[in-house]
Each structure stands twice: as structure tokens, then as C-alpha cells.
């Protein structure tokens, strides 16, 4: 049973959050431990298992972006492991901004300051870091916008182009925030700007 | 299903509750005295243990062999906890796993001194139901790893008990100001106690609890304000009086109790007196909350940093909590409260009783788990990310933190030689990128495998974290179908061995006469009251007349034969008599004390101009 079966839904990326909630807190209420205390072993071990699975299936569809992440592992029959998805992958437009960070950022670790920065890099790094957020929150919109569109309405071959969107605008989106995280932590702001895994 | 009743095994108190059957109401379950807190206090003397309130009076005249604050040792190695041993002045043992403790000849480990505090709360129970209670639901902060928790379940199966459920503390709290107060949203629990920090968001929506983010410290508490006082007081009476008395155990004792008392009084005096008689001379001063508060200010600020990085592992921002729930004694103090209330920008919950609310919860979880109430529910997490170790010591995570409990994770496991039989697996808790970093939970063995060429194998291990918070590991082979073999070498616990012999021994330690404790409990309350008196003697003799010393002369000399006796009874009447003697003196000195210690305060203000 993959994670839509769990919670009776197609395999589609529009879902109503406030009803796949209702439908947790339903399902949980079945199957938590807590209310199979007096069952037999045989059926303490079963739901057990159903309740793992349903958290399972809330934490992966719960969010817009997992539940792509999620999709894109169904579609390739590699549904068990919950992690990385794709390679992250710079954007070919980015290279060159990108080849000037890594500089940058090389420099301030070899730099002998306590706060690793020149005020002018510092400023510099800032702007970039914020351009680079922009950039990743435009490209988690085409995700959750244009292309779960895209997914929902195609056939099967509309579909299979859909997927390869997927990977790429992920690995885009991997590869951005690996570059944020850096400059946060070369800024000293790291977790200032983290954008967690986990988003309502 | 049989009566479950809940247990707050704290830092510094612990408490039992249930839920009354005709009100739905959870209640506190007092001892024969009225007394609602068991201090988390265990006193081992010659053959007899002491705990509560007993042992607590031991602090002092058997430093050594009187353990407090044990949960702060709970599932820990020595590596862990060698930093804090200075300020314990009973011994921890250097060893490899689990600490131990040495008092006199023998070793005894956390879980079988919690144990002791755990069985004192169950006999609590037995004596207010009239009937045999074996099983509970313990608390634990909601940081607690693997470890902790485990060793927390062994100590209950070490006092006897089933221990149905260990649950977390912020979330008990919630259940419990959910009975009532509560409406729905998003809900945070401060919890600050003993030794112990919690942050836990929650939603609360159709009575299902859904624990969203936690964060904590599981070593940072009102123990800790305390250290810094004495640290400071250290300082104090060396530059006072030339003393340093950090290697006599007796008198830090006593300094860790005044500076306690002190921070209490500080909740809600601008100012106290701290008055502390050694036996070469009395320390007096006065200590205001701005010396407080520049003591402890940087410890309470550390708390700040788990809640923001709870928020932001629950994709919210402070404005975004609706409610702010108080937990835990040292939510008392002024500067906690104002700390969280410009965190979160409202006035935060304290309506139950810090002390009292997080076993009222377990009480609701038990009668939950009892089928008595049906209605609510809790989906609580798991506090740290679980994963395993790989090539090069870096860590797999394979269940993330902050994953609603219960939730499993499946893995492939071969062999890497051929006609390799058996496979090795570092299992560890944490956000850090390398295995070392990270908190090794235990090593799995799995043997029996078929010999095969390389890599033919194919072994599925499940790793379950159930709905306690505790990882159990099962394997296939998936070839055969056959389980695979399993063994646990848990890092810093107990061996199922061990547990069983524990078991056992706490067995006889049960058959142990009762009026045989109750004697050795009032001849040691006896022992400290004649110290004491000795002591007053010594210092005040001066501030009473002859008459009045010849009356407590003559007390001293009815209890100290009293105490030669087997006579309980007499024991405790000769106690309370020269209490009663000694009462005019003691105010006499607690008076001249006081004088002392404004007049050392006005000296000092007339030297700062």
C-alpha cells in the first residue's frame, strides 16, 4: 500500500490539507497504540504496523515539495527509503554567480578575522544570499504551481514529462540550498535562514 | 484492564496521580503525612535505605552515601557526566557504560536508585487504592534519547512495575491543562525543571495532541541555578573569611541547600537573608534578584536557542503560538517567565501547578491507555534523528527528528566476504554528521546469516521507534524468511542479565521489616538533631540565659538515651521534645545572624560611597 492508498487518495499532487489532517487524526484514532492496549499480541503488533505507516504516509504528503519528493520515488519504484531524492544539480544560468560565491566563500575561510568577513564581502555575500533564496522560492512555486498542475491534468505521457521537471527543478532546488546553508554559515547566520524540512 | 496510575519521575521531586472515576479529575496521590512531593531523594544506611523527605534530611550528615538528583546520571557514561561529578559529593565510579555509584563496599546505577524512589510511590499508591498496583505510565523529558528512556523503563521493572508507557513530560503537561483550560491551537510547553529543559509545540484540534517540534537540554535546570550560586558563594566566603570549603562535602551540602532555599525565596522576596551556620563560623549575607538574575541570566538565555529551533523545525514563527504553557518548578523564577513572554510575545499559562501538573497529565495518559477516556489523543515525536553508522563514520539518518511516533524505517544489510556469517550495525541518536559527534545508542550483532559469497546475502532490518519513544530492531532474511538473530549491546544500559538480577535482589530489599526502617529513620533523625544542637550550643550558649541551657542540656541528655534504644516511639517524642527546647534559641541566633548580615550590608554601602 503506498501513501495515497493509506489515505484513500489518487496518485495526485492537489490535496486539501485541512482534509488530510482530518482524515489523520481519523485514521489515527483507529489504529494508535493507545486504544489497542487490552487486544491480543497479534493484534497489538498489526496496528502497530498501520500506525507507522500512517505517520509515514501523513509526514510525506502532509507538504507540498515532500510530496513531490515522495511521487518522484513512487514513479521509480524506490518508495521504502525517506532522504535525498536527487543529485543536487547547479542551474546553468547560475554558473558563473556560482564560480564568484564559492570564491568568495573560499576566501573567508582562509581569512584570519574573527568574523571570517571583510564588510564589503560580507555585503556582498548578503545580497547574493538573498538573490539565491528568491531564486529557490521560485523555483518550490513552479514545483507546487505549474508543474503539480501539469501532473494532475496529463496522460501518461504528458506525465513522464512532468517527472523529469520534477528532478530537475529538485535537483535546482537541492543544489540552491546547499549553496544558502554555506553562505549562512560563512555569515555566521546559520538557522536564521533555515527553511526547515518540514513546512505547513 | 486494571488500575494504571501515573508517575513524575523529577530531578528533584517525584509524584504520583490518577484519574478519579466519579470527577474524570486526575488527583495527586499524598503520603500518610499529607505530603503531595516525594523528594527524588535516596539515603543508603548500613543495611536500610532511606528515601523522601527521610533521605533528604541525610543531605547533610551522610553526604556520601545520600544520592540526589539521579535522573541527571540517567542512561548516561561516566565521559558524559564527568564535567558536573565535582558538585556530587557522593563517588562516580570511572567505568565504560552505564555510571555507577559507589556507597560503601557495594556499586548501585541509576536505575536501581531510581527504583527505590519508584517503588516509595508505588507502596504510596497500594496504600491509597487498598489494592497491589503494578502498572504505571513514567514521564521522561521530551529530550531524552534512546538511553534515557531505557534505562527509565528498567528502573521501573527493577521496583516491580509494568511500566506501560514512558511519556513525555511537556506533553503530559499539555494533556493536562487540555482536560480543562485549554482551547484549540497551537500550544507551546516551556519546561523548566530540576535538571531538565523541554520546548514542545503542539497542536491541539478535535482532542488529538499533535506534537509538531521538541527541542530541549537534558542537563540544564533549577540544579544548575543552584551550582552557580555556590559557585559564587564559594567565592565569597573565601575572600570573607579565608575559607575554601569546595573539598568538605558536608559543607557544600549545606551551601547547595541555602543557595536552594535562597532562589526559592527569590520568587517572591526582591531580597532574602542567607544565613548558613558551618562549624567554625556562621556565613550571613543578604542576596537581592538582581544578584540572582546576573548569576543565572546567561543559563536561562540558553534555553531560547532549543525553542527557536523547535519553531523552526514546526515551520512557525513566535506569533504564530496561541498559547504558552508554564512547566516544572523553575518556571517560577521572575527572569524564566520574562524571558518566555518576550520570546512568544504573550503572558504565559501557570494556572496547575508546575510542581504538580506533569503527573496529573501521566494520570491522563493512564486512564487514555485504561480505556477510560476515549475522546483524546496524543501523536507525540521523537526528539532526535536516528541513524546508523556507514563507511568512513558517517551517519545514515534513517528516521528524522521530530518523525511522529510510532514509525519504523526499513534498511538493506549484506555481507561484504564471502562466507560472512555475521553483521554488525551501529545504531546512534543525533543532528551531527559523524557517527563519534552523535550519541551511540548500541551496537546489533546479527548472526546466523547463511555463508554466501559477498554481498548475496540479503538481511532487512526494521527499526521501530514505538509509541514510547524506545527503538526495538527486528531482522529477515529475506531469501529464507528466516528472523535473523539479534544481539544488543546497548552503549550506556543495563543487560537484560542485569535487569533480572536487579529484579531479584530488589525482591528481598521488599521483605525487609518496616518497623525495622521506621527505627533506622528515626534514629537518624535523631543523630541530626543532636548535631545540630551541639552545634547551636557551641555559637549561641551566650544569647540564653542558664535556666534555658539547663533545659536543653537536660533534652539533649533524654534523647541521646532515647537513641540508645529500640523504642521508636521514645525516639520520636525525645526528637520533637528538644525541638521544642531549642526553638527560642534558634530564633535568638537566626535574629543575631540577620543583624549581622544587614550590618556587613550597610558597611558595605557606606565603603562603595
Not at chain 2, 484 to 510: H, K, N, Q
Amino acid at each position: 500500500m503506498d501513501h495515497f492508498e493509506v489515505f484513500g487518495l489518487p496518485r495526485r499532487l492537489r490535496i486539501d490539507g485541512a482534509e488530510l489532517q482530518r482524515k489523520f487524526y481519523e485514521l489515527s484514532r483507529r489504529y494508535h497504540p493507545d486504544f489497542h492496549q487490552a487486544a491480543p499480541a497479534e493484534r497489538q503488533a498489526e496496528v502497530l504496523d498501520a500506525s507507522a505507516r500512517l505517520n509515514a504516509a501523513y509526514r510525506a504528503l502532509r507538504d507540498p515539495i515532500s510530496r513531490i519528493e515522495y511521487l518522484v520515488r513512487l514513479e521509480e519504484g524506490r518508495e521504502t527509503k525517506e532522504g535525498a531524492t536527487v543529485k543536487p544539480k547547479a542551474p546553468p544560468e547560475l554558473l558563473g554567480e556560482m564560480f564568484e560565491i564559492q570564491e568568495a566563500l573560499q576566501e573567508a575561510k582562509a581569512s584570519n578575522r574573527s568574523d571570517g568577513l571583510e564588510p564589503g564581502a560580507r555585503e556582498t555575500l548578503a545580497a547574493q544570499r538573498d538573490r539565491l533564496l528568491a531564486r529557490y522560492r521560485d523555483e518550490e512555486a513552479r514545483l507546487r504551481g505549474p508543474l503539480s498542475e501539469a501532473w494532475d491534468a496529463g496522460g501518461s505521457a504528458e506525465r513522464s514529462r512532468v517527472l523529469g521537471g520534477f528532478k530537475d527543478a529538485l535537483a535546482t532546488r537541492a543544489y540552491l540550498r546547499t549553496v544558502i546553508d554555506d553562505i549562512d554559515q560563512a555569515l555566521g547566520e546559520a538557522g536564521e535562514g533555515h527553511v526547515s524540512h518540514r513546512r505547513h | 484492564m486494571s488500575r494504571i496510575v501515573g508517575i513524575d519521575l523529577g530531578t528533584t521531586n517525584s509524584l504520583v496521580a490518577y484519574v478519579d472515576d466519579k470527577t474524570g479529575q486526575p488527583r495527586v496521590i499524598s503520603d500518610r503525612d499529607g505530603q503531595r512531593l516525594l523528594p527524588s531523594i535516596v539515603s543508603f544506611a548500613g543495611e536500610g535505605v532511606l528515601v523522601g523527605a527521610a533521605a533528604r534530611r541525610q543531605l547533610v550528615r551522610r553526604p556520601q552515601s545520600t544520592v540526589y538528583s539521579i535522573k541527571r546520571l540517567m542512561g548516561r557514561g561516566y565521559e558524559d557526566v564527568k564535567g558536573e561529578l565535582r558538585y556530587f559529593p557522593f563517588k562516580v565510579l570511572p567505568s565504560e557504560g552505564i555510571v555507577k555509584i559507589q556507597i560503601g563496599s557495594r556499586e548501585v546505577t541509576p536505575p536501581e536508585v531510581s527504583a527505590i524512589v519508584l517503588r516509595s510511590l508505588k507502596e504510596r499508591a497500594e496504600a491509597h487504592f487498598g489494592e497491589p498496583i503494578e502498572k504505571v505510565v513514567v514521564t521522561v523529558p521530551a529530550y531524552f534519547d534512546d538511553s534515557q528512556r531505557q534505562a527509565t523503563k528498567d528502573a521501573g521493572r527493577i521496583a516491580g512495575l509494568d511500566v506501560v508507557r514512558i511519556l513525555n513530560e511537556p506533553t503530559a503537561a499539555a494533556l493536562a491543562y487540555g482536560l480543562q483550560r485549554l482551547h484549540e491551537g497551537v500550544v507551546a510547553v516551556y519546561d523548566l525543571g530540576g535538571g531538565t529543559f523541554d520546548i514542545s509545540i503542539l497542536r491541539v484540534k478535535d482532542g488529538v495532541f499533535e506534537v509538531l517540534a521538541t527541542n530541549g537540554n537534558t542537563h540544564l535546570g533549577g540544579d544548575d541555578f543552584d551550582r552557580a550560586i555556590v559557585r559564587w558563594l564559594l567565592d565569597e566566603i573565601r575572600g570573607g573569611h579565608g575559607a575554601d570549603l569546595s573539598p568538605d562535602p558536608e559543607a557544600m551540602q549545606e551551601l547547595r541547600l541555602a543557595a536552594e532555599a535562597a532562589k526559592v525565596r527569590l520568587s517572591t522576596d526582591e531580597r532574602t537573608p542567607l544565613t548558613i551556620p558551618f562549624d567554625a563560623f556562621t556565613y550571613s549575607r543578604e542576596i537581592t534578584r538582581g544578584d540572582l538574575e546576573g548569576l543565572i541570566g546567561q543559563l536561562v538565555d540558553s534555553t531560547l536557542l532549543p525553542c527557536r529551533m523547535a519553531l523552526a523545525d514546526a515551520g512557525l514563527a513566535p506569533a504564530d503560538i496561541d498559547e504558552v504553557v508554564l512547566v516544572g518548578g523553575s518556571t517560577r523564577v521572575p527572569l524564566v517567565r520574562r524571558r518566555v513572554h518576550e520570546l512568544f510575545g504573550k503572558t504565559p499559562h501557570s494556572q496547575l501547578n508546575p510542581d504538580e501538573v506533569v503527573a496529573l497529565g501521566a494520570a491522563v495518559q493512564a486512564h487514555i491507555l485504561a480505556g477510560g477516556i476515549t475522546n483524546m489523543l496524543l501523536l507525540d515525536v521523537t526528539p532526535l534523528s536516528l541513524g546508523i553508522e556507514t563507511l568512513g563514520g558517517i551517519v545514515s539518518v534513517l528516521i528524522p527528528r521530530n518523525t511522529t511516533i510510532p514509525t519504523n524505517a526499513r534498511e538493506m544489510f549484506t555481507t561484504s566476504v564471502d562466507g560472512q556469517r555475521v553483521v554488525d550495525m551501529h545504531v546512534v541518536q543525533g543532528e551531527r554528521e559523524l557517527a563519534k559527534d552523535c550519541r551511540s545508542l548500541a551496537r546489533f550483532e546479527l548472526s546466523g546469516v547463511d555463508p554466501m559469497p559477498a554481498g548475496m546475502p540479503k538481511i532487512e532490518v526494521v527499526f521501530l521507534i514505538d509509541a514510547n519513544g524506545i527503538l526495538q530492531v527486528t531482522a529477515t532474511e529475506l531469501r529464507t524468511g528466516k528472523a535473523a538473530a539479534i544481539e544488543v549491546r546497548p552503549t550506556y544500559g543495563l543487560a537484560e542479565g542485569d535487569v533480572d538480577r536487579m529484579v531479584e535482589e530488589s525482591f528481598t530489599y521488599a521483605e525487609a521489616d518496616v518497623e525495622a526502617r521506621l527505627l533506622i529513620e528515626a534514629r537518624n533523625e535523631a543523630d541530626t538533631v543532636i548535631t545540630h544542637v551541639e552545634r547551636a550550643l557551641r555559637q549561641g550558649e551566650a544569647l540564653v540565659g542558664a535556666e534555658e541551657q539547663q533545659t536543653i542540656g537536660a533534652a539533649l541528655d533524654a534523647l541521646r538515651r532515647a537513641r540508645a534504644t529500640e523504642d521508636r516511639e521514645l525516639i520520636r517524642e525525645a526528637t520533637t521534645a528538644m525541638n521544642r527546647a531549642t526553638e527560642h534559641l534558634a530564633e535568638l541566633m537566626m535574629d543575631a545572624a540577620l543583624k549581622a548580615a544587614l550590618a556587613s550590608r550597610r558597611a558595605d554601602q557606606v565603603l562603595e560611597k
